[in-house]
């Protein structure tokens, strides 16, 4: 499906939530610390999500991150590079078959955090990389038996996600998230997707 002025309008109001929170966190100051956005602090992180993808097809998404912390940018917002690591298996019933549809994904994203007390950050990601699919058709047709129609390509996605996470302990932090995920090249469409996971201090 093509949603480009959509996903344009996400994207915007996901890159002006942080800043939007960082205003209302700053309307509310008092002579207290400000609380600091924990990712700075620390090393790198790993861990992962699963979740739904939904667009022309719907699937289980399963995504692997690394987070590295890179600079303070303001009392309030950290940023931090996220490397990400995602597979999507979509499947869907057609006449007298299926199709299975996998989609493997690369993407390297900016993430700004955003400290909402000692426990809960609040972040926006934003990305570029690229994604491999492969796909299956299968239909069992009269007087053909079955026939099997199979391909595979490469291509551009981008990513944009917003998200929170809960301190659990100093090492371990559990969040949710809700993205945009735009294709382009062979496959030409915009999926959403949410998800829940861990993040895990090395």
């Excluded at 002025?5 to 939530?17: E, G, M």
């Excluded at 950050?121 to 934003?126: E, N, Q």
């Excluded at 026939?147 to 929170?164: E, H, I, Q």
């Excluded at 735009?182 to 959403?192: A, C, E, M, Q, S």
């Amino acid at each position: 499906m093509h949603v480009r002025t959509s996903v344009a309008l996400a994207v915007a109001a996901l890159i002006a939530a942080p800043f939007s929170a960082s205003a209302q966190a700053k309307r509310g100051t008092r002579t207290q610390t400000t609380p600091q956005a924990t990712t700075t602090g620390g090393g790198l992180s790993i861990g992962g999500f699963i979740g739904y993808e939904s667009g022309d097809l719907a699937g289980l998404s399963l995504r692997v991150d690394g987070e590295l912390p890179i600079q303070q940018l303001s009392p309030q917002i950290a940023l931090s590079f996220v490397g990400s690591v995602g597979y999507t298996h979509f499947s869907e019933d057609i006449a007298f078959g299926d199709i299975k549809f996998n989609i493997f994904k690369l993407i390297p994203a900016a993430r700004f955090t955003l400290p909402v007390n000692p426990q809960i950050d609040l972040y926006g990601d934003a990305g570029l990389g690229l994604y491999y699919y492969s796909f299956t058709t299968t239909q069992t047709l009269p007087f053909f038996g079955t026939v099997k129609d199979t391909g595979s390509g490469t291509g551009l996605m981008m990513r944009f996600a917003a998200g929170g996470f809960f301190k659990v302990n100093p090492k371990m932090k559990i969040g949710a998230e809700i993205g945009i995920l735009p294709y382009f090249n062979k496959v030409d469409t915009t999926d959403f997707s949410i998800g829940v996971g861990a993040m895990f201090l090395l």
